[in-house]
């Protein structure tokens, strides 16, 4: 694809990712973060983005959360590390957005499946969010679209500077 490419990353094995062309709005691939056995496949996720070729990252920072277990806090951390380390490795200028800013910026709150209805109407052709389990696609695609309107704008001001 020739057009601009902002990829989006809602990082965890059962996150997802999003690439998103500014220049034709209504236009949105997300898909699943790529897993095998509970991991992420970092291999296909660099295949994937070699094949997309995206100008701009923009990934969701991640935190451990109150209450989750320790385990489960490592395969977080572990996905969220693979995620940005193929990105760093392809060399992909990106950006981390914490999730209150990007969600401010769509007027939304943590309920995910209202970031699940705001990608439905915002792309309503795409049918890559019609599963409830589709919100990491989701928040994907309203993250890449974030990072479009904000954090590349920033990008291409500090480049030309």
Known sequence: MNARCILGIDPGVTGGVAFYFPDQPTVIVAEDIPNVAGEVDADAFAARLKQMRPDFAVIERAGAMPGQGVSST??????????????????????????????????????????????????????????????????????????????FQAEIGRAAA
């Not at 590390?81 to 943590?110: E, M, N, Q, T």
């Not at 795409?126 to 993250?143: M, P, T, W």
Request: net charge positive.
């Open 74 to 151: 490592f395969k977080f951390g572990a996905a969220y590390g693979a995620l940005c380390g193929v990105v760093a490795a392809l060399g992909i200028p990106s950006h981390r957005v914490a999730p209150a800013v990007w969600k401010r910026h769509f007027k939304l709150d943590r309920d995910k499946e209202k970031s699940r209805a705001l990608a439905v109407q915002l792309w309503p052709g795409a049918g890559c969010f019609s599963r409830k389990s589709d919100h990491g696609r989701a928040e994907a695609a309203l993250i890449a679209r974030w990072g479009a309107a904000v954090a």
